[in-house]
Structures are given as structure tokens and as C-alpha cells.
């Protein structure tokens, strides 16, 4: 039998206070409460997740790096997002399908959140969706592994 896809949850920095931090702009569902939920709604569509938070840049990296053995990721980056060439050139270099998440919609807050460094190698970027938007985003992993299949 062969083994089911693994997707790889992807979150930076500050996203482990998520439900502390900003409820008004980021909710009360912490962390935990969506990687549970995203496990979940894998389990339904035939995927395995793995989750991963880091604070740390290069650790993000890596994790992106070894991604080139799984069939998908779903990425928050964060701030990284709007600063991070070294997430950007990780992201383009490994082939698998990566889907950017952002909880609040970055095009409707502070100007130097309006850039993305990271969306244009991305295989999608939903932002303003709230934590839906993970599981958005998981799903359009999961459709792009089976077009890939």
C-alpha cells in the first residue's frame, strides 16, 4: 500500500502568540487550536501534516530545504515575508508546491506590509482570510499534488 502524501505547516515568527497577540487583527484561535484543525481536514482529504513554528530565519530555511522530500507545503512567513531574500531563494530553489498564508489582509494594513518578497515563488498566496485561509490553502496543496500525481 503506498503511504499517503505529507504536507508540511509551516509558521514564523510571532505566530506562536497567536490568540495573545492582536486579537483584533489575528483572533483568539491560537496556534495549536489550527494545526489541530489542519491535521484534521488532512486526515479528511488523504494527506498527512506535519506542523512547525520557528522564530528564527535560517531554521525556516531549513525546514523549506528539507520540504524537497514531501509532496506539499502550507507557509506563513510572517514579517518574513515582507524581508526575507534568504526565504524567498529557499522557496524557489526546492520544487515542492508551497501555498503562502497570511491571517490578516497584508494589501489593507501598514504600506510595508503590502510586499510580498515570498508570494511571487509561491504555488499561491491567500491573505485576509482569517485562519480559514489555512485550510484554503491546504486544500489547494492537496489539488496541486494530485494534478502533479
Known amino acids: 500500500m503506498a503511504s499517503r502524501p505529507t504536507v508540511l505547516l509551516l509558521n514564523g515568527p510571532n505566530l506562536n502568540l497567536l490568540g495573545l497577540r492582536d486579537p483584533a487583527q489575528y483572533g483568539t484561535t491560537t496556534l495549536a487550536d489550527i494545526e489541530k484543525r489542519v491535521v484534521e481536514l488532512g486526515d479528511e482529504l488523504g494527506v498527512d501534516v506535519v506542523c512547525a513554528q520557528s522564530n528564527h530565519e535560517g531554521e525556516l530555511v531549513d525546514r523549506i530545504h528539507a520540504a524537497r522530500e514531501l509532496d ?12 526575507s531574500i534568504a526565504l524567498r531563494d529557499a522557496i524557489e530553489a526546492v520544487p515542492t508546491p508551497c501555498v503562502e498564508v497570511h491571517i490578516s489582509n497584508i494589501h489593507a494594513r501598514e504600506e510595508f506590509r503590502h510586499t510580498s518578497v515570498t508570494a511571487p515563488v509561491m ?27
Do not use: K, Q
Not at 72 to 83: I, K, L, R, S
Not at 123 to 141: F, K, M, N, Q, T
Open 72 to 83: 506539499g507545503v502550507v507557509f506563513n512567513p510572517g514579517a518574513y515575508a515582507h524581508t
Open 123 to 149: 504555488s499561491g498566496s491567500i491573505s485576509g482570510c482569517g485562519v480559514h485561509g489555512y485550510e484554503l490553502a491546504l486544500r489547494h496543496v492537496v489539488w496541486l499534488i494530485g494534478r502533479r500525481g
